[in-house]
């Protein structure tokens, strides 16, 4: 049986004069977008402009669901009550929903961004108010998530699809969460060794940790970061990858 990978990218992280990303270059590479909803960046101009891109290249939608903290792009950690990260997820799914629907294209799933993502990933009320929100707002939703995380079990928990999810440029720790970005060797920055690491992932189920450590873990979608100097080159460079070892790169 030939293996199939998603390969989805945060995208829609403008905002006003401020342009993030490469999103119509990248969009020609990746099979599902991951569209900010205006708390941790995008706006209502670039939420639109981005819905109607992925569109036009057959890109999968989700949304990219964050902290409201634009001046630190999502990645500070805010103290929520569970009930209070209900509500924002069905408010941000909400936007994006309204966006898809007039331009007649589904949705496809919810992926966290940043500080909550993690948050989730550890916290299991966090994780399940988070799982329950998208669920209700629409129960064929796919949950993105750390593989392995308290949000994948979420997912379960509450009864809908979910997605594994393994990062392509940054590293891991020994209990299977990612290194935080404060630390010096938290990202990968050869291009070569990113594209290892994920065939390696893909082909065998595993990783290895900053410690040497080998873990477990399950590959359903890849993120690819679009903020990157070199970031199209490279997600061309692994879809190829992909592709050459047998892997075949679509939806969920």
Known sequence: MVKRIDLNCDMG??????????DEELLQYVT????ACGFHAG???VMERTVRLAKKYNVRIGAHPGFADIAGFGRRMIQYTPEEVYRFIVYQIGALQAFCKIHN???QHVKPHGALYNFAAGNREVALAIAQAVY??????ILYGLAGSELIAAGHEVGMKTASEVFAD???QADGTLTPRKNENALIKSTSSAVNQV???VQNGEVQAVDGTIVKIDADTICVHGDGEHAVEFV????LALERAGIAVGYV
């Open 13 to 22: 992280e403008s905002f006003g004069r401020y342009t993030i990303g490469l």
């Open 32 to 35: 599902s977008a991951n569209i």
């Open 43 to 45: 706006d209502p101009d």
């Open 105 to 107: 294209v589904a949705m």
């Open 136 to 141: 209700d707002v629409n129960d064929e939703l």
């Open 170 to 172: 940054r590293t891991y």
């Open 199 to 201: 065939l390696w992932m």
């Open 236 to 239: 061309r460079e692994l879809r």
